[in-house]
């Protein structure tokens, strides 16, 4: 059995290495769809409640909502954090493919849930899927 859940969050980045448009600091509505692959199903045709799900993701997913993410090595990070302006700093280039396999990474490693793909969309007809 496979549970398809969805979320959202709202923010910005920018990746240097994404040419002049992404080069520059632009936001974006992220989805994000977990899908998990249950073994078992209760006596009840349950394999596992939406809810218990979301008490474990949707936290990972909302820590990043309505930040400012950059790269580490962004040269902006200096800059922002001396004006004590609020940011996200990442170990990586804020691409999608990265975002996606962080998300993955983070979900997999501190929820346990038997996740096996994750899309990760930054516009209505952008999308990167990530299965390991």
């Not at 923010?11 to 994404?18: D, E, F, L, M, T």
């Not at 769809?33 to 909302?62: A, M, Q, R, T, Y």
């Not at 200096?78 to 996606?100: C, G, H, R, W």
Request: aromatic share 10%.
């Amino acid at each position: 059995m496979v549970i398809e859940k969805k979320y959202h969050f709202y923010a910005a980045h920018r990746n240097k290495g994404g040419g002049i448009k992404c080069g520059r600091i632009h936001g974006h509505t992220y989805e994000v769809k977990c899908h998990f692959k249950f073994k078992e199903i209760n006596e009840s045709g349950i394999s596992c409640l939406f809810s218990d799900i979301d008490k474990l993701v949707e936290p990972i997913i909302k820590e990043y909502c309505h930040w400012l993410l950059l790269h580490e090595k962004d040269s902006l990070v200096d800059i922002l954090q001396k004006a004590n302006e609020p940011i996200k700093i990442m170990p990586f280039e804020t691409s999608a493919e990265n975002m996606s396999l962080f998300f993955f990474t983070r979900i997999k490693n501190e929820t346990k849930l038997p996740i096996i793909k994750l899309e990760l969309a930054e516009t209505k007809s952008s999308n990167i899927i990530y299965e390991p």
